[in-house]
């Protein structure tokens, strides 16, 4: 009888420590494959993730900074690192833009190499432009945040092309990245755009710092112009009444720096405007160069995809339609240009009138 119940013990003793390690084993499992994988933290305001080792892939996604990812593995033959986000999407990502926490010689090979073996690297899609811009003024401040009251990193030029990373949330300035590095801020309003600037990432800094400052306009409507003075693209229109942030103002004070209640921003007449605080008491800020722009002299004119009759129209300007100039023909015969819809073709410069001589704009052909 005694040897009976010992052995009722010993077996429901047994079943117990199954029934034990049953239960653990799911947060075992767990805890070892949370282990496994290294994590990094993005180290750059945003970062593409692609569906391979190389920026010739699609994009997936986009991460920002101080965002952390699992590291899965890296390709043998560059800098890239397989990752996985939070929410179980994974992709390609450069790791010269993450701080990791194991070193990147570290994590499994994904493609072969030194005759290891390994998955084989997903096949190369055929290849596409990533989101590029080129400069369309003279020169252009690259800043630390998406406003003129940040400060200046870099300068841009004329012709300069530049890589998209993200806009601010109404498109106003985009973010970039320099064939040096530098990463910052510019006036989407200077670029002419391989891709709509609305289709990009928003990256939302919270807003530049503001004055306290406020104004009412004096007037009807109010040009809200790209710099103070009238040679420079009108923004939009702001009209009596309504009340715009004072953000800066120019050496003479004779134009501010006004922010919309929608966010975009640019230069207004001070004279125009009612303002709660002295203009000389504002903070001066210096003047992007002017954007070369023409006006139309003919009644249509045809936009076409080179310099010349036989190259294919794509679109038409009317007279009196302001145009921004990008460059022109060697011969100065042809001028590229931006249509007010964002479209970019050739003109005969016979039949623009430029706010630039010609000649000084850049050869693109």
């Known amino acids: 009888m005694k040897m009976r119940i010992v052995r009722q013990t ?27 994988n290294p994590t990094a933290v993005v180290n750059t305001g945003a970062l593409n993730v692609r569906s391979g080792p190389d920026f010739t892939y699609s994009r997936v996604t986009v991460i920002y900074n101080g965002q952390t990812v699992s590291l899965l593995a890296r390709y043998y033959a560059n800098q890239w690192v397989k990752i996985r986000l939070q929410n179980g999407i994974e992709g390609w990502v450069n790791s010269n833009y993450l701080r990791t926490s194991v070193p990147v010689s570290s994590l499994p090979v994904v493609g072969g190499g030194s005759g290891e073996p390994g998955p084989t690297p997903p096949p190369m899609p055929d290849p596409g432009p990533n989101p590029t811009a080129v400069v369309n003024t003279g020169a252009l401040n690259v800043r630390s945040g998406p406003s003129i009251n940040f400060g200046v990193v870099a300068k841009v030029f004329s012709g300069q092309t530049v890589q998209l990373l993200g806009r601010a949330p109404n498109s106003s300035w985009v973010r970039v990245h320099l064939s040096t590095g530098v990463e910052g ?14 289709s990009l990432p928003i990256i939302d800094t919270g807003g530049p710092p503001s004055s306290g400052a406020t104004a009412v306009v004096n007037t009807g409507a109010l040009n809200v112009r790209g710099g103070p003075g009238l040679a420079y693209a009108v923004i939009t229109v702001i009209y009596q009444g309504q009340t715009v942030e004072l953000l800066a103002r120019n050496q003479e004070s004779s134009w501010v720096v006004v922010r919309l209640s929608n966010g975009t921003q640019g230069w207004a007449n001070a004279g125009e405007l009612i303002t709660s605080v002295p203009v000389s008491s504002l903070p001066v800020t210096g003047a992007p160069a002017p954007v070369s722009s023409g006006t139309v002299a003919v009644g249509a004119l045809n936009v076409r995809s080179g310099p010349g009759v036989e190259y294919n129209v794509i679109t038409a300007v009317t007279h009196g339609q302001v145009v921004g100039l990008i460059g022109r023909n060697a011969s100065s015969t042809w001028l590229q240009i931006q249509t007010p819809s964002g479209t ?19 050869i693109r052909w």
Do not use: H, K, M, R
């Not at 003793?13 to 653990?24: E, F």
């Not at 801020?185 to 609305?198: A, G, K, M």
């Open 10 to 36: 010993t077996l429901t003793a047994v079943l117990l420590a199954i029934l034990a390690l049953a239960l653990l084993a799911p947060t075992l499992v767990q805890a070892q494959s949370s282990g496994e």
């Open 185 to 198: 801020w510019v006036n989407s309003n200077f670029l002419v755009s391989s891709v709509p600037i609305s």
């Open 344 to 362: 970019v073709g050739w003109v005969n410069s016979s039949y623009i009138v430029s706010n630039v001589p010609i000649d000084t704009l850049p």
